[in-house]
C-alpha cells in the first residue's frame, strides 16, 4: 500500500519560495509517475508538476509557468516541490500523489492528506 506523507508547507511573501516534501512509502514501481497536485476550497484541483521516475521526465501544469521544480531522492524515498517566484493565487492545499501518465498528463488515484501554502501579497 502506497502511503505519501506531505510537509513543508506555511505561510511565504510573493516572490519568496517553499520546498515541500513527500514521503513516500511502499512505491516500489518506476511504472507509475508521481507528483503534486493543489486545490482551494470548492475549486478543481489542478495538477502542478509530475515526473515518471523510470526516466526523470517531467510535466507541468499550466499554472506553475517554470517557477516549480520536482525532484525525487531515492535514498530517502522523498519526492521533492521547489516552488520559486510565489504568487498569492499560488495558494491551495498542495497533494503529493501517485498515478499514471497518459499523453503527457498524470492522472491521480492515490494522494496524502496535504500541506497548506498561503502566498501573502
Known amino acids: 500500500e502506497v502511503q505519501l506523507v506531505e510537509s513543508g508547507g506555511g505561510l511565504v511573501q510573493a516572490g519568496g519560495s517553499l520546498r515541500l516534501s513527500c514521503a513516500v512509502s511502499?512505491?516500489?514501481?518506476?511504472?507509475?509517475?508521481i507528483g503534486w497536485f493543489r486545490q482551494v476550497p470548492g475549486k478543481e484541483r489542478k495538477g502542478v508538476l509530475c515526473i515518471h521516475p523510470s526516466d526523470g521526465s517531467t510535466y507541468e501544469g499550466d499554472s506553475v509557468e517554470g517557477r516549480f521544480t520536482i525532484s525525487i531522492d531515492r535514498a530517502k524515498n522523498t519526492v521533492y516541490l521547489q516552488m520559486n517566484s510565489l504568487k498569492p493565487e499560488d495558494t491551495a492545499v498542495y497533494y503529493c500523489?501517485?498515478?499514471?501518465?497518459?499523453?503527457?498528463?498524470?492522472?491521480?488515484?492515490?494522494w496524502g492528506q496535504g500541506t497548506q501554502v498561503t502566498v501573502s501579497s
Open positions: 500523489a501517485t498515478g499514471i501518465l497518459l499523453a503527457g498528463t498524470c492522472f491521480y488515484d492515490t
Open positions: 511502499g512505491f516500489t514501481s518506476d511504472d507509475f509517475a
